[in-house]
């Protein structure tokens, strides 16, 4: 059971009611879409460099409207998108055939993944790990399904606002990670969890989120043992 006696489906159930109802408006904030080929540019440049050379295998958790997804095929990496919305991944679908790019989208379960073991190189996931109501049970599961020696790669951040956000005032207790965390809590957590070698880097750079980040921001990594 979660904090205030609800189970874990049914905060899941709230967050995907929430994200379906946000799937059109997404990609109108700067901080989530691309707006400019600077931004474009930006994003191509953090991601990477920590995700390296292509093509890997990468499975994109929590991937929304394919925001990520996306940008990691234009580096030639080969990519599977995953979330838990219906609306957001009919939006990540649609840019798929306006594109030139070869990305495959998937419903499911960040914490209950279908995926195989050792299927991927890498997971890479963008301010998820706060929506999430058993947050260690999603790491154990990214890392069964990334092969030995494979990579994390999570941008998150920790914002701490003094209201909860619209449609999470009833499940906020129940996020253990709600707020995000600040670079070295989540680190800690991540390394008890198993990663090895993590490792941050503040993403303040105002041209990736077309505005001054308004809170703190960051990408993590970390190696899931051999």
Same mark, same amino acid.
């Not at 474009?40 to 920590?50: D, F, M, Q, T, Y």
């Not at 940008?71 to 990519?79: I, W």
């Not at 951040?157 to 956000?165: I, L, M, Q, S």
């Not at 999470?168 to 070698?197: C, K, M, V």
């Given at each position: 059971m979660t904090g205030r006696g609800q189970t874990g489906e049914d905060v899941k159930e709230v967050v995907q009611q929430y994200w379906d109802g946000r799937a059109d408006s997404f990609d109108d904030d700067s901080q989530h879409g691309i707006h400019s080929d600077e931004q474009r540019e930006a994003w191509l440049s953090v991601l990477g460099l920590w995700t390296g050379e292509p093509p890997q295998r990468i499975l994109d958790v929590g991937c929304g409207t394919g925001?990520? %997804?996306?940008?990691? $095929? #234009?580096? =030639?990496?080969? /990519?599977? =998108?995953?979330?838990? %919305? %219906? #609306?957001?991944? #009919? @939006? $990540? @679908? $649609?840019? /798929? #055939?306006?594109?030139?790019r070869s990305v495959e989208f998937q419903r499911g379960d960040a914490e209950n993944l279908a995926q195989s073991d050792d299927a991927y190189d890498l997971v890479t996931a963008r301010h998820l790990i706060w929506t999430l109501p058993t947050p260690e049970r999603a790491i154990d599961e990214w890392q069964r399904v990334v092969r030995p020696g494979g990579r994390l790669v999570l941008i998150e951040g920790h914002w701490d606002f003094a209201e909860v956000f619209e449609g999470y005032e009833e499940i906020h207790d129940d996020l253990p990670l709600y707020d995000g965390r600040p670079l070295e809590e989540l680190a800690a957590f991540l390394s008890t969890q198993g990663l090895e070698n993590v490792e941050y880097e503040p993403l303040a750079e105002s041209t990736l989120w077309g505005q001054e980040p308004n809170y703190e921001k960051y990408v993590m990594v970390g190696d899931v043992p051999e």
């Amino acid at each position: 059971m979660t904090g205030r006696g609800q189970t874990g489906e049914d905060v899941k159930e709230v967050v995907q009611q929430y994200w379906d109802g946000r799937a059109d408006s997404f990609d109108d904030d700067s901080q989530h879409g691309i707006h400019s080929d600077e931004q474009r540019e930006a994003w191509l440049s953090v991601l990477g460099l920590w995700t390296g050379e292509p093509p890997q295998r990468i499975l994109d958790v929590g991937c929304g409207t394919g925001v990520i %997804s996306l940008l990691l $095929a #234009e580096l =030639g990496h080969d /990519v599977t =998108g995953v979330d838990f %919305s %219906s #609306e957001m991944l #009919e @939006r $990540a @679908r $649609a840019k /798929v #055939e306006q594109s030139d790019r070869s990305v495959e989208f998937q419903r499911g379960d960040a914490e209950n993944l279908a995926q195989s073991d050792d299927a991927y190189d890498l997971v890479t996931a963008r301010h998820l790990i706060w929506t999430l109501p058993t947050p260690e049970r999603a790491i154990d599961e990214w890392q069964r399904v990334v092969r030995p020696g494979g990579r994390l790669v999570l941008i998150e951040g920790h914002w701490d606002f003094a209201e909860v956000f619209e449609g999470y005032e009833e499940i906020h207790d129940d996020l253990p990670l709600y707020d995000g965390r600040p670079l070295e809590e989540l680190a800690a957590f991540l390394s008890t969890q198993g990663l090895e070698n993590v490792e941050y880097e503040p993403l303040a750079e105002s041209t990736l989120w077309g505005q001054e980040p308004n809170y703190e921001k960051y990408v993590m990594v970390g190696d899931v043992p051999e």
